[in-house]
């Protein structure tokens, strides 16, 4: 299957500092998301980007299928930004499953 | 909206007892399901999924069983729980592009 592996696994930033969350996919894919787990387990969805570049606020993907890997950008941190961020891929006829990366673990202090 | 429901969200089960996860999803019709399990904290393991009433394919061989008894739902069972099956269980649906989680049961095993 699919193996996924996302870098660094811990990130610890202050309060307004920009960072660089990566993941590394080793086969195509038709579905790549980004979601940040809450303190509570909840998995919100950030961003769907199999290819292509996306915007929300503070925040933006990129993802290169040709070359296998995605990049989440966080600007000026905020400390509501920390929890653990996943990258999640979806190859073959698109209804095997997400195979999750290890994940991300970023803490911003105040 | 399309809302995923999961219940209980907090379960404590005794050794050898019997387990069954319910999830249901409202606003779409002939989803596909899946159940997902997070152990320590990181990482998140596709357990089972369906494509439609009946139809169950498993990812892992284990102690768990799924049934999928009508379109929206969809069930996660054991008869005899072991400590291994300790853990935060998620339920997801996805159309055609990306998924959306629900809030999740984490199951303690004593």
């Known amino acids: 299957g699919i193996q996924v592996e996302q870098s660094p696994p811990d990130l610890i930033l202050q309060e307004g500092a920009n960072s660089t969350l990566r993941c590394n996919f080793s086969d195509s894919v038709n579905n790549l998301q980004w979601f940040h787990q809450n303190p509570w387990g909840q998995l919100i969805n950030l961003f769907y980007i199999p290819s292509g570049t996306k915007q929300n606020g503070r925040l933006s993907a990129t993802t290169v299928a040709t070359e296998r890997y995605s990049l989440l950008y966080i600007s000026s941190s905020q400390t509501t930004d920390s929890g653990v961020y996943f990258c999640?891929?979806?190859?073959?006829?698109?209804?095997?499953?997400?195979?999750f990366g290890k994940g991300t673990h970023l803490i911003i202090q105040p | 909206s399309q809302t995923i429901h999961q219940w209980p969200a907090t379960l404590v089960q005794p050794v050898g007892s019997p387990l069954s996860l319910e999830c249901t999803v409202e606003?779409?019709?002939?989803?596909?399901l899946y159940w997902y399990r997070q152990a320590a904290g990181r990482g998140l393991q596709l357990l089972f999924y369906?494509?439609?009433?009946?139809?169950i394919s498993s990812e892992v061989p284990q102690n768990l069983s799924a049934s999928r008894p009508q379109d929206r739902q969809f069930i996660l069972s054991s008869k005899k729980l072991l400590l291994s099956d300790s853990g935060f269980y998620l339920c997801a649906r996805k159309g055609n592009t990306e998924a959306f989680f629900g809030q999740g049961t984490r199951l303690t095993v004593v």
């Open positions: 369906s494509v439609g009433i009946g139809q």
């Open positions: 999640a891929v979806e190859g073959g006829g698109g209804a095997d499953g997400l195979t």
């Open positions: 606003g779409t019709s002939n989803p596909n």
